[in-house]
């Protein structure tokens, strides 16, 4: 009951399409009369096709056939499961009425149990031979017969292999469906949200040429108006849950649609948060000439959720406030309402990653890559309509220390102190390098650097050897690999302005006798002069803190940029010092995070 639209037809906006689909199913319905479907999935690298349908009896059957495999005798196969289907439904009614079509293997008290109905499969209505091998003889546009009831095959139509809505949502805070298509891309797909009627307003459809199915919706859900990807749940909202039919397309045809609804009530928001006010500053994706970058280390939630960030670290914030479902909603509000060309996160939850922030960053225009440290890693988001990824070139620290002869000379320098090179070794940070090419302008490319150093406070020549290492490989990229493309470097570096880390990034050296050196003590000393050729500098300044917790407070993360090419358009403002405060210290109900995210406008010079 179901007819996909011609190659011709081609999406021409969304509502228009989803009447146009409408009136498909209801004209389906009324010309092809019994016609139910039979879905074929065939890929080349696979060695099986699936095929599924719903028998006579009301039973769904998933068959796996191989693609080498004789027509005759997958029909066979389906004959055989509709007559056991049959006998079922006989033995249910306990009645012989309306039987399918069958051909009777021979006389018999109980021609039931001998007999198959008539399967046949058939293209441009002559009969498939039975000796053609699946893989060429289910094609699209084909009629399966089974007995009485034919269906039209649909080979590879787009399908939906996940769809998932939040386990929480809160009205203000964008809704962001968690979904993975096949044959089909979002863009081309159709979505609808409905709302749940409140006791005494349900309204139910009225199944005019804007309904989505041929069952009109429950009459207990009401539309919402919304029928894009993404949305955000207003105050009338709060008390209700939601629903989502979504139908997969590829902008030529649709597959089977799919209606979810939420397992939870809209909840009430927060209130104002920290990043409204910055928000106002970044109501609009900037110009093809500008690059809108950020900074943010969100949280890991498995930090967050530990009995010492609960008591010891975070004593001020509310245990709900710590929740990852809770915190995804802001995180989520906070990033897609920069609007931004690249974002730079640190202490990502790979689940974080897969099932919170490439939903929601997808559906705003954005793509990402992902690199674990240990339990936690780094993410790297670019616009698509800007940036394509040309690239990667990530590196465990430790590692290309140990291996890469990029860091021979440096290595040579740290075997001389046992100790400080055992330490070194035991940590995991990692670096995230992506090299992007503009897709305005193929001869702009850019190198984007991200990672997040050695967080203890005595581990200062810890994050300067690690430092080290990562500027001699962004250079390696940025001058040998593509020589002369600009850098940007984000991160939680784990360093305040008065540190010998930033002292090395800013002026290009360090002396032997810096302290940081010795920054876990006289027995751990590792004194080494170091130098680098990068012209960088921090596009946000020194702010007075972009860490604030309890205990302490201070400027950690930074965005070095490219003194050569890039320079700073705006920054966008930090939230003020009573934003930060007023629920004492960070994260908070109004603020996911114990950082702060630094915001800016880059130009090409």
């Known amino acids: 009951m179901w007819r996909l639209p011609g190659a011709r037809a081609a999406l021409r906006g969304v509502r228009a399409a989803v009447e146009r689909h409408s009136r498909a199913e209801a004209t389906t319905e009324t010309v092809a009369g019994a016609m139910e479907r039979a879905v074929v999935r065939c890929v080349p690298s696979e060695p099986k096709l699936s095929l599924s349908f719903a028998l006579a009896d009301g039973s769904h059957k998933n068959m796996q056939r191989d693609q080498s495999e004789p027509l005759g005798r997958a029909l066979s196969r389906i004959a055989t499961n509709a007559l056991k289907g049959h006998a079922k439904a006989a033995a249910a009614k306990k009645s012989r009425k309306n039987r399918p079509n069958v051909a009777c293997a021979g006389p018999g008290p109980e021609p039931a149990a001998a007999c198959e109905p008539v399967v046949k499969l058939y293209y441009r209505e002559e009969a498939v031979a039975e000796d053609v091998l699946n893989v060429d003889a289910w094609q699209d546009g084909a009629v399966l017969q089974i007995g009485d009831v034919k269906y039209k095959v649909e080979r590879n139509p787009p399908a939906f292999t996940e769809l998932q809505l939040p386990r929480y949502i809160m009205a203000g805070f964008p809704v962001c469906p968690k979904l993975s298509l096949e044959f089909g891309d979002p863009s081309g797909s159709l979505f609808r949200w409905y709302k749940e009627a409140k006791p005494g307003s349900a309204q139910p459809d009225g199944g005019g040429p804007s309904s989505l199915s041929r069952s009109s919706p429950s009459p207990s859900w009401t539309e919402t108006g919304v029928d894009e990807r993404v949305y955000t749940p207003s105050n009338a909202d709060i008390g209700l849950r939601l629903k989502l039919h979504c139908t997969p397309g590829n902008g030529q045809r649709f597959g089977p649609s799919r209606e979810l609804e939420s397992v939870c009530l809209v909840e009430a928001g927060p209130g104002t948060c920290t990043f409204d006010h910055r928000h106002l500053y970044t109501k609009k994706v900037t110009e093809d000439a500008l690059i809108r970058t ?30 990852l479902d809770y915190r995804q909603n802001l995180i989520q509000k906070e990033l897609t309402g920069y609007n931004a060309d690249l974002i730079c996160l640190q202490e990502v939850d790979r689940n ?16 990402g890559v992902f690199r674990i440290k240990q339990q936690e890693g780094l993410a ?7 940036f394509s990824l040309l690239s990667q070139h990530d590196i465990s620290f430790h590692e290309a220390l140990e291996s890469d002869p990029l860091h021979k000379e440096l290595l040579e320098k740290v075997v001389l102190y046992p100790s400080a090179q055992e330490r070194v070794f035991q940590r995991s940070s990692v670096l995230q390098v992506s090299v992007l090419q503009s897709t305005k302008d193929s001869s702009k490319k850019i190198c984007v650097a991200n990672t997040h150093l050695y967080w203890h406070p005595k581990g200062g020549y810890i994050r300067l050897i690690q430092m080290a290492v990562a500027l001699t490989h962004i250079r390696h990229i940025s001058c040998d690999l593509y020589p002369g493309i600009p850098v940007i470097f984000c991160g939680d570096f784990n360093s305040t302005p008065s540190t010998g880390m930033y002292h090395f990034v800013i002026n290009g050296n360090i002396p032997e006798d810096h302290e940081d050196w010795a920054s876990n003590g006289e027995e751990e000393r590792c004194n080494m002069s170091l130098t680098h050729f990068l012209k960088l500098k921090s596009a946000c300044g020194e702010p007075a803190y972009t860490n604030y917790v309890g205990g302490f407070h201070g400027c950690l993360d930074y965005i070095f940029i490219d003194l050569n090419a890039l320079e700073v358009e705006q920054v966008i403002p930090l939230p003020s010092h009573e934003e930060v405060t007023t629920h004492q210290a960070l994260p908070s109900v109004s603020h996911p995070s114990d950082h702060i995210a630094l915001v800016c406008d880059l130009k090409w010079k």
């Open 380 to 386: 790297t988001f670019y616009r698509k309509s800007k």
């Open 352 to 367: 974080v990653f897969t099932d919170s922030l490439v939903p929601a960053l997808e559906a705003f225009g954005l793509e």
């Open 294 to 323: 950020v900074s943010y280390n969100i949280l890991a939630d498995t930090y967050a959720q530990t009995e010492f960030s609960r008591t010891i670290l975070y004593p001020y914030c509310a245990p709900y406030a710590l929740e």
